[in-house]
């Protein structure tokens, strides 16, 4: 038996849209594969499924409102130079990738609907050092 600290996703908790308020754990932040965004991610404080929401850099008809001002106005760079205070401002929804119960059909994200803001969010898989290099 072994005691895993995170609360298991709860599958049967039925599709509502509704406001998780804040979210109390960490949620991390990398760059998207294709470099093109930033990819945050964490548990649904609803149904604690792992979401991961993709914020796009900018690009037209992705909805990616507030973000997209800071996005865009950074220019490339290998480590996305990524306000971490407008994270926090965004709204996020859950992404579980569960259709729960009475999700409806043009449901914007396939999850339990809920939505909160993320308090505290921390870079991911930033190329760490080598700690014992040599
Ligand atoms: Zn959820
Ligand atoms: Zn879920």
């Known amino acids: 038996m072994t005691e895993r600290p995170a609360t298991p996703h709860d599958l ?8 998780a308020g804040e979210a109390a754990g960490p949620f991390v932040w990398r ?20 979401t991961a929401t ?3 850099r900018g690009l037209p008809g992705t909805g990616a409102k507030g973000i997209r001002d800071w996005l ?3 220019p490339p760079r290998p480590a996305p130079a990524v ?5 926090t401002r965004e709204r996020h929804f859950c992404e579980c990738g569960h259709p729960h119960p009475q ?8 999850g339990c609907g809920a939505s909160w803001r993320v308090a505290v969010v ?4 930033v190329d760490e050092p080598p700690v014992n290099a040599g």
């Open 54 to 56: 993709e914020i796009r």
């Open 103 to 110: 999700l409806p059909a043009d449901a914007p994200f396939v």
């Open 72 to 74: 865009s106005g950074t």
């Open 83 to 87: 306000d971490a205070a407008a994270l």
């Open 122 to 125: 921390l870079p991911g898989d």
């Open 12 to 19: 049967h908790s039925e599709y509502a849209e509704q406001d």
């Open 31 to 50: 760059a998207s594969p294709d470099g093109q965004g930033v990819v945050l991610e964490g548990n649904c404080p609803r149904c604690h499924g792992r």
